[in-house]
């Protein structure tokens, strides 16, 4: 069963998707290689060290340690946060092209 998972602290996950409010959350959820769709917010509540990148992080990661994990198919970057969001989707890019030169099929991302 593929899942869609809304990362955000605040704003209501849209029909049909599971809401996570913490990296921890998402992230053991991603372990489960069910994800399909991920849309990722940076500020998650007061903490600085607990932010979407974070889970973009983890991704990095992983597909480091394991060429074969199960990547999800689009990758959403929903933040209204300016720096936080830029740097997301900096990282992501940087992600994509990790993974093109590894010859494995990137995400597709979404701002």
Same mark, same amino acid.
């Given at each position: ?11 209501? &996950?849209?029909?049909? +998707? @599971?809401?996570? !409010? ?7 959820? =991603? ?22 990148? &974070?889970?973009?992080? +983890? @991704?990095?990661? !992983? ?7 199960? =990547? ?40």
């Amino acid at each position: 069963m593929s899942e869609r998972v809304y990362l955000d602290d605040l704003r209501q &996950a849209p029909r049909g +998707w @599971i809401q996570t !409010q913490t990296a921890q959350e998402t992230i053991a959820l =991603l372990k489960q290689g069910d994800v399909e769709e991920l849309s990722l917010d940076y500020n998650l509540g007061p903490s600085t060290t607990q932010t979407g990148d &974070a889970v973009l992080q +983890w @991704i990095e990661r !992983q597909i480091h340690k394991n060429p074969e994990w199960p =990547l999800p198919k689009v990758i959403r970057i929903h933040s209204g946060h300016y720096h936080g969001r830029q740097l997301m989707i900096d990282h992501l890019d940087d992600i994509r092209e990790q993974l093109k030169a590894a010859g494995r099929e990137a995400p597709r991302a979404v701002w």
